[in-house]
Nanobody, 123 residues
Framework: QVQLVESGGGLVQTGGSLRLSCAAS????????MAWFRQAPGEERNLVSA????????YYVDSVRGRFTISRDNAKNTVYLQMNSLKPEDTAVYYC????????????????WGQGTQVIVSS
């Protein structure tokens, strides 16, 4: 099982940028699909973006497409989420997740989770 640790969250003004990182430990990181979810207060945890094991396939929810970019570096066991043109509605706790089986763009069956990193976008 892979262990995940997120970093890079913080407070930013509307229109600003942040880069989240998720460092993975354990074996066979390159065999995992990776994803970023977010959960705002009082809301469910939702898939934001995902990437397949090789980095050749990516998914974005409509609300972030064109503003966020997911990438991975298998040599560094790390996945990134570059967030540009941030909006107050992007405020949430962002979670990194991993799974070995199933399509990367399907939210279900992600079974390894980080502890989350808070992103606050002020208006």
């Amino acid at each position: 099982q892979v262990q995940l640790v997120e970093s890079g969250g913080g407070l930013v003004q509307t229109g600003g940028s942040l880069r989240l990182s998720c460092a993975a430990s354990g074996r066979s990181f390159s065999s995992y699909s990776m994803a970023w979810f977010r959960q705002a207060p009082g809301e469910e945890r939702n898939l934001v973006s995902a990437i397949n094991w090789s980095g050749t396939g990516t998914y974005y929810v409509d609300s972030v497409r064109g503003r966020f970019t997911i990438s991975r570096d298998n040599a560094k066991n790390t996945v990134y989420l570059q967030m540009n043109s941030l909006k107050p509605e992007d405020t949430a706790v962002y979670y990194c997740a991993a799974k070995r089986y199933g399509n990367y763009y399907v939210p279900g069956s992600y079974d390894a989770w980080g502890q989350g990193t808070q992103v606050i976008v002020s208006s």
